[in-house]
């Protein structure tokens, strides 16, 4: 599995910059935490590394293809999955029907087979309905299957979101604050769901969270952004000694 | 039948063989995983319980040695339950949302040498309590999500890696699992059911293979099941509930168990069966209830207006076939409407259309909730019996549905009342006593009579009618029992009473203080013109002392003997309430609190002299403000008691 490098990443909108010189890298299999107050410029990374801004100068890398200047199903197609802060799902749809579209870059029978259902066709239906049966398992979303999305919890609609980016059967998973707005109850369930997407499906995640508690406790590394720029990367322990990141969460006294 | 009598004689695991001579390719269990529903004969059923055995004798289970499970409803709970008694080791179900201190002291109490886990979270517990419990030697587990840290660790074993040390132990010697079942005799002990202590540890009840056994056939010999009836397991292992139906019913008559994908998605499972019987506690029933309202609540208004209507001819129906009266011949056309129309597709909503009987036990189910699903054509039961008995002794017949009664002993089951009301049981389903504990069964079983700690009387129908506990029950001054709880749940099938507290201990007539349902009554006087300020106006209003009057004289007429009748009344001019300690956090009212709060009034239901006292009601704001409001109370006697 490839390691995913940004080199000098600036983005710049206007005269703002949101991400100046910034440069990290993300290695397989770990779980690599990306922290910042608001606006640091979390999410503008995550949208450089998906395709959806294309950084103003610097490289973004994924082992030898560069992202740099890639559209999001491109990137998608390489095997980067991500699940939005704000959960992206067709709210009238169903929990499967979700995620049996979010497949649909896999079904590969054309036109006719399709109208006929036949071959081809229902083989890979049935084979799609198979994965993202054992991602509701994963997620632990049976009782949800058959339910609009729009009519479920905000916590259950967030597992759905992670669950969509997981039905590409990603190496790499951007998180976008999976956590935010869960309950207690819901967050143990969904620190357990990374650490299991990690260890289990052998996946790298990249993890934008503002609970610091959990990004403690689960990272293998951390990134520090704040007004753009990165001040602190490192392991969670040195991490929240060094000075400059107490200072971007607390403030100067 | 000659097999009825075959099935006697043998154990579980030889009768799970005699099954797989019978039919050994019709599906006996069903589970739904993956999103679909994945079948197992009997054959491979029992394949899976040879393996099972084979190689949990290869990791040092012997005869008697105890095996533990912690589990949801999955197939590897019989498996492994079945596996462990063929080499004649007995089981144990745990429940699941126990604790881990809780646990301990069972592993500890139960000498558990090998634990079954269905997952991670279950596991976890055993790995915290892991040096309080030297006697277990392995943790089985089934889901191996989660797991990876254990896996070096070998007091845990991944189910999959038992199959295969069974398979090899197979390939040594086919003749082994024959030999070990064959020495199995069916007055062994085969699991260990906990009862629900209500104080300290749980007592494990030793239940037999024949105990098992002869429920199921004597269940089944009044209520016949075909062996293509479809099961649904949703209850917790733990249970005996569970336990009568997936051993013994199962068993007995060769139905199919299907398990639900989990626990939440158990209600949907149980549309997609259709069972054709099922059992549950009250609150199952009552949450059905709610699905079914709310599912008419959604509906158009013409689904809503033929639901009012029909309902009505339901209830109507309902009467005469729970007494087995044969129905006028325009009603029955109606009710065929009715059930076409409506209840038909209305209860397979809910996956009670192919629902041929079901039972409920546990606790008192109330009567308007029976009236409801009989209406709806849902044949629904009372069955009463304990752990102790096996789960179920008596149940109501078809025709011959009493709600406020538990119906009638099963075949082969005995009963009588002892000289202290007590509800005495005998039958082969009777457990052989707790385990480790020689003097708790000697108080359990008296003479070859399983003590219920119930008390309760037999109607002239021959119906045995459960008061309460035994502890609970109250004596009048000529030393005549009674039970206060039963008597409120009467009172209260009033619509205009909303809680009741009954006196009477000790003293020469039952005397009780009312509380009107602020709603109805309230509706009731507004429908009359009768102006009200507050409850405490509402409630000494004389129209409604009338209204109540008229609800006591119907009691009185009603209660099944004379001493049950209340002769003084009044009408409390406050509603009984939580935040004041008046009521627990689950609404049960605190008999003892209320008698020393209101004493004056106590006193005073027991002074005939006085018919109205002025009281002083303190109130206390959710802002912390006080006041004190002074108010007139009636008591009132019903001259014709005694």
Redesign the interface.
Known sequence: MATLNVNDVTLAFGGLNALSEVSLSIEPELITSIIGPNGAGKTSLLNCISGFYHPTKGKILYGDQNLSKASPHQVSSLGIARAFQNIELFSGMTVLDNLLLARHQNLKYNIFQAVFYSGKASDEEAKN??YV??I???M?L??Y??KTVGSLSYGIQKSVEVARALTLGPDLLLLDEPMAGMNIEEKEDMV?FVM?IQ??RHTTVVLVEHDLGVVMDISDYVYVLDFGQLIGAGQPNEVAENPKVVEAYIGEE | MEDRDAVLQYTIPQLLRWRVQQSGDKVALREKDFGYWNTLTWKEYYDYVHKTALGLEKIGLKKEDKLALITDNIPEMLIVSIGAQAIGAISAGIYQTSLPDEIADILDYMDVSIVFCDDQEQVDKLVEIRDRIPGVKKVLYEDPRGMRDYRSDDWFMFIDDLYVLGEKARAENPERFDQLIDAGHPDDVCHFCLTSGTTGLPKGAMLTHINYINMGLQLTEVDHLEADDEYVSFLPFAWIGEQMNSFGVALATGITINFPESVETAMEDLKEIGPHFMFGAPRIYETLQSQIWLKIDESYWLNRLFYRYFIKVGEKAASYRMSGKAMPFSLRILAWFGKSLVFLPLINQIGMQRLRRAYTGGAALGPDLFTFYQALGVNLKQIYGQTEITGIAYMHRDGDVHPDTVGIPLPGTECKISEDGEILSCSPSVTKGYYKMPEKTAELLQEGWLRSGDAGYIDESGHLVVIDRLSDVMHNSKGEMFSPMFLENKLKFSPYIKEAVIFGDGREYIATLINIDPIVVGKWAEDRGISFSTFMDLSQRPEIADLINKQVVEFNKNVEKPHFRIRRFAILYKLLDVDDGELTKTGKIRRKFIQEKYEDLYDALYDESVSEKMVEAFFQYQDGQTATVETKLEFFTMEDVK
């Open positions: 309905r198979q049966e054992e509701i398992d994963f632990e049976e009782a299957r058959k357990r299991d260890k289990e």
